[in-house]
């Protein structure tokens, strides 16, 4: 079984930087995309950010991050990182990292998350 590991979370002033972690262990040849979402309280979970890792150029975003936040991969290392710079109070949430196996269509695999808190 596939376990995901996040690391990074904290407390930040608006406009700071935070850098996520999210170490995968287990038959990670099994997976072919990890991602990064995000559950704000009283909302629901919200898709963040994604990468291929057969070829970690092959990334996307939700809108509302876009041109903030920078998804990237260490293979080697199993790793999955989530940059987030600019922060806004918004954007305070619990992060949870998440993978999916090949030839599925869901993310199946998730860690336990880690707490953003952005203060204004």
């Known amino acids: 079984q596939v376990q995901l590991v996040e690391s990074g979370g904290g407390l930040v002033e608006a406009g700071g930087s935070l850098r996520l972690a999210c170490v995968a262990s287990?038959?990670?040849?099994?997976?072919?995309?990890m991602g990064w979402f995000r559950q704000a309280p009283g909302k629901d979970r919200e898709f963040v950010a994604q990468i291929l890792l057969a070829n970690t150029r092959i990334k996307s975003y939700a809108d509302s991050v876009k041109d903030r936040f920078a998804i990237s991969m260490d293979n080697a290392k199993n790793t999955v990182f989530l940059q987030m710079n600019s922060l806004k109070p918004e954007d305070t949430a619990v992060y949870y990292c998440a993978s999916r196996g090949r030839g599925t269509s869901n993310f199946s695999f998730w860690g336990q998350g880690t707490q953003v808190t952005v203060s204004s």
């Open positions: 287990g038959p990670t040849y099994r997976l072919d995309k």
